[in-house]
């Protein structure tokens, strides 16, 4: 996720076996309370199931900049099929090389679209390592917050930093 911060996802004997060896080198670690072990083989027994369900799909040149972590780099949108997303629930996530790319291409604010921030660090933690000025890395949304209100306030905070909205579909 970032230089300073790694998540393995897989069995949990052997993930409990690495946090005591971690433990034991001293190097602080936590087990995560995960329901879901994504990017680990634990997730191929719906990879036909998920991939059936994302036939649909049809990809299309992104509007917008789209930097991949699956790929760690950035795509047009079309590679963005089922395939692209079984990908992306079952391989190593590449966050730290998107966002390095991101930097390097001149991304200086941040919004963390998920249920909850959890990557606000990690951003962070790239920055120092590269010595360049973190921009403001705002959350969508957090747990147990009223969703609008988190929202519209993640859309404040942007536009008071010269953000460009359509209030008209705020």
């Known amino acids: 996720n970032s230089p300073r911060s790694v998540t393995f996802a ?22 995560l309370d995960g329901r879901v072990p994504y990017h680990s083989h634990h997730m191929d027994p ?7 369900s994302l ?5 299309q040149q992104a509007a917008l900049p789209f930097y991949s972590v699956v790929s760690g780099e950035r795509v047009d949108g079309r590679e963005v099929d089922g395939q692209y997303w079984w990908r992306n629930v079952r391989e190593p996530v590449r966050f730290e090389t998107a966002v390095e790319l991101m930097i390097a291409d001149g991304v200086d ?3 963390e679209m998920a249920p909850h921030p959890v990557m606000a660090r990690s951003v962070v933690e790239i920055h120092s390592e590269r010595q360049t000025a973190a921009g403001p890395v705002v959350a969508s949304l957090r747990r147990d917050a009223p969703e609008r ?3 519209l306030a993640a859309a ?3 536009y008071t930093l010269g953000a460009r909205l359509d209030w008209r579909q705020v």
Do not use: S
């Not at 719906?46 to 059936?52: A, K, P, Q, S, T």
């Open 149 to 151: 209100i988190t929202m």
């Open 10 to 31: 897989g069995d949990t004997d052997a993930l409990q076996e690495l946090a005591t060896l971690l433990k034991g080198m001293q190097v602080f670690n936590r087990l």
């Open 46 to 52: 719906i990879r036909d199931e998920l991939l059936e």
């Open 55 to 59: 036939t649909g799909i049809v990809p």
């Open 156 to 158: 404040a905070t942007m």
């Open 109 to 111: 604010a941040w919004i």
